[in-house]
């Protein structure tokens, strides 16, 4: 993983790493994970700030502070990039957290990602072992890096440009943690005398539920042109059922069942119920039983 790799790196050189805040770590850094990242900034945001942590709460400054790194702004640049005191608060706790961090000699996750890149921009002699130690990069699922990740792909494939990425810009769903669709959609122009293969034969679903979810992503404002075929054929076409709760839902569905078995000889092992999150089961375990 990016996490496993940059991690790597750093053991080896982030002594050598010049902080703009002149804060340091040696190789021997511990890697917080999100909850030793949000109790060290409840503790900035109630003892040293001295802020109401109902009204400024730890875990929305957690999340600002994340989404800064994962757009590569220090806490100078995020200053810039707010508006109003609650911006400058904020600020103020990721320059106090990274003070926080460097003293523990600790790194969050985002840091992981975030340091290797201002690494590899400072120190040659080490982007030049990095170049040389990857000779070829291949990255699965492409669509879901974001900007840190992005510029350490490209630093390390400038030299040769044997880099193949493989993603599908329809099914990117972590923008909220940072991923940048931009990345798979302006990846011919970075690498300009690059290759590019559309992979649309498809061999999991039929035509009518292609159709179906094109129709629906297609209205995305950026997106590659593509046009899915289905190896199954056109299938049956798709029903929709619209109900007023979930436990109107779940009488639905139980019904449907109850009539094709009737009806069709069928069992139950026939059938799956998908359901989105976890919450939406109750009602259909309570309409099953």
Avoid at 13 to 18: L, P
Avoid at 56 to 69: T, Y
Avoid at 139 to 154: A, G
Avoid at 186 to 195: A, N, Y
């Amino acid at each position: 993983t990016f996490h496993a790799l940059f991690a790597r790196l750093l053991r080896f050189d982030i002594d050598k790493f010049k902080d703009p805040e002149g804060l340091t770590w040696t190789r021997q850094f511990s890697i917080y994970d999100e909850t030793d990242a949000q109790s060290l900034i409840k503790e900035i945001v109630t003892q040293d700030l001295q802020l109401d942590p109902k009204r400024f709460e730890p875990k929305k400054v957690r999340w600002a502070i994340s989404n800064a790194k994962n757009q590569c702004l220090l806490p100078d640049d995020l200053l810039k990039d707010q508006e109003g005191q609650r911006g400058k608060l904020v600020s103020e706790t990721y320059r106090l957290y990274r003070k926080a961090l460097a003293a523990n000699n600790a790194l969050d996750f985002d840091d992981l990602l975030l340091i290797p890149v201002q690494l590899l921009q400072q120190n040659e002699k080490i982007r030049t072992y990095w170049h040389n130690r990857f000779k070829h990069v291949l990255v699965d699922e492409y669509q879901d890096t974001n900007k840190p990740q992005f510029f350490f792909l490209s630093k390390i494939a400038e030299q040769h440009k044997n880099i193949c990425v493989v993603g599908d810009d329809d099914q990117s769903i972590y923008g909220w943690r940072g991923a940048d669709i931009a990345n798979i959609l302006k990846f011919e122009k970075i690498f300009p005398s690059c290759k590019t293969f559309t992979l649309e034969k498809n061999y999991r679903s039929t035509q009518q539920i292609l159709d179906a979810a094109t129709a629906v992503v297609s209205h995305n404002e950026k997106r590659a042109q593509k046009n899915l075929i289905a190896n199954n054929g056109d299938g049956d076409p798709l029903v929709l059922i619209e109900t007023k709760d979930e436990l109107e839902e779940a009488d639905a569905i139980i019904s449907a069942l109850e009539k094709e078995i009737k009806l069709q000889k069928r069992n139950f092992s026939h059938f799956s119920v998908l359901y989105r999150t976890n919450a939406q089961s109750r009602a259909l375990e309570d309409s099953f039983r």
